[in-house]
């Protein structure tokens, strides 16, 4: 975080320092301080993580049983994939050098912890007297801190009532993830003939991020304006170092150190391509479920807001 703040700070100072002569030269327009205060209200895509439980739950022979409810196999339950909705309030000092643009540098309240649990069974059944069944149970997470931005605005149209402006600008953002996976297969409901457990967790993780927004400011009064803001962003976070916990009931436990990796795989229990999140030093050469579009696996900030709030004129 230190280092995601620092560069803030030298792009801060840098600004600083270059639009204080450009304000100081212009005598009808001499540096104005304000304070931006807004509640914000918007979704993230989430990325990665997301992908994987939906390509699972959304696999086509899952979609055909739901469909056509077939009397030799049925399911129950569903995979979730994470909320991205998010809901924050935001702080920001503003710095206007000349009529038409202004500085701002900000901290977000966005702190989003997302998490849940959820359960799937497929029974397969081949006759009155034999039938398999396949439970999988899922609990992701993603974890962000307070992002930290800088933003530069331009204002397109100004009147004593109302104005359009224009911004853009860089942000900080942090976060981390975590799954916990169970498998269990059996063809009898008392013995669990197959079961795996998997559980990895990646280290915190830090990137700078882009944002542009278009907003309008009403004047109501000599120092208070009010404003509503639609803001877009594109932030990714990628190359996360991870542990991974592994054990089945065949194998003895692993403990695995290395990179998360997303990649595509064959489902041998159930068929179709599914997409998965592991843990990985290096990505195997082969697997029998055919691994493929092998990358670093990313948490997507990227996403719409919209905002609303005051701006007070310090002096």
Do not use: C
Request: net charge neutral.
């Amino acid at each position: 975080m230190k280092n995601g703040l620092s560069a803030l700070a030298y792009l801060f100072i840098a600004l600083f320092i270059v639009v204080s002569p450009v304000s100081a030269g212009t005598n009808d327009h001499p540096l104005k301080f304000s304070i931006r205060l807004s509640g914000e209200a918007g979704f993230i895509s989430v990325g990665d993580i997301n992908t994987g439980l939906r390509t699972f739950n959304n696999n086509p022979r899952f979609i055909e049983i739901r469909k056509t409810n077939p009397t030799w196999e049925s399911l129950e339950g569903n995979i979730e994939t994470l909320n991205g909705l998010f809901a924050n309030s935001e702080a920001e000092l503003r710095i206007d050098f000349l009529r038409k643009f202004g500085l701002g540098i900000a901290v977000s309240g966005f702190k989003l912890n997302r998490r849940n649990e959820s359960f799937l069974r497929f029974i397969n059944i081949y006759d009155s007297s034999l039938s398999f069944t396949y439970e999988y149970s899922y609990e992701p997470e993603i974890m962000t801190s307070a992002p930290y931005k800088v933003s530069l605005y331009y204002y397109l149209r100004q009147s004593a009532k109302a104005s359009i402006y224009f911004n853009g600008g860089i942000g900080y953002y942090k976060g981390k993830m975590s799954e916990q996976f169970d498998f269990r297969t059996y063809d009898d409901p008392l013995t669990y003939d197959s079961w795996t457990n998997r559980h990895w967790e990646t280290e915190w993780k830090s990137t700078m991020g882009i944002h542009v927004g278009v907003g309008v400011e009403l004047q109501m009064g000599r120092k208070l304006r009010i404003f509503t803001e639609l803001q877009g962003r594109y932030a990714r976070i990628g190359n996360f170092r991870a542990i991974q916990q592994y054990e089945t009931g065949a194998l003895p436990y692993e403990e695995t150190a290395g990179w998360l990796y997303y990649f595509t795989m064959d489902n041998l229990f159930v068929g179709g391509r599914q997409a998965d999140l592991t843990v990985w030093e290096v990505p195997p050469d082969y697997s029998f479920e055919f691994i493929a579009n092998v990358r670093k696996a990313r948490i997507d900030f990227s996403g719409v807001s919209l905002k609303v709030g005051v701006r007070l004129s310090l002096f």
